[in-house]
């Protein structure tokens, strides 16, 4: 599948962003998707992911309560609602998508192999 990521912006802290992560193919239901992001300087860090099921869910500890990974098949489309943002948040965001994703590699990178190009989200005062 190809992976189509948007929503990022310049935002406030504590204020709120979606970001949607569009996907070709009408397999994209049997694919589970995660979130990573990569900050100026660091490496690309896992920040939530979604089972194909829809039914298990994993978030990184400092997104947890904060961020809701959902989808919806019907528009190949998964959503990362993120709430409560932090300057920390600051990053460049990927989706990333693979049919063959188990519950227990859900934040692995290398269990992914379908990208999107990524979307930049700042989060400044």
């Known amino acids: 599948v190809q992976l189509q990521a948007s929503g990022g912006g310049l935002v406030q802290p504590g204020a709120s962003l979606r970001l949607s992560c569009v996907a070709s193919?009408?397999?994209?239901?049997?694919?589970?998707v995660a979130w990573f992001r990569q900050a100026p300087g660091k490496e690309r860090d896992f920040v939530a992911a979604?089972?194909?099921?829809?039914?298990?869910?994993r978030y990184s500890d400092s997104v947890k309560g904060r961020f809701t990974i959902s989808r919806a098949n019907a528009q190949n489309t998964v959503y990362l609602q993120m709430n409560s943002l932090r300057p920390e948040d600051t990053a460049v965001y990927y989706c990333a998508a693979d049919p063959s994703v188990i519950l227990s590699n859900l934040a692995s990178q290398t269990a992914y192999g379908s990208w999107g190009q990524g979307t930049q989200v700042t989060v400044s005062s």
């Open positions: 979604i089972h194909r099921t829809g039914s298990g869910t």
């Open positions: 193919g009408r397999t994209f239901r049997n694919h589970a």
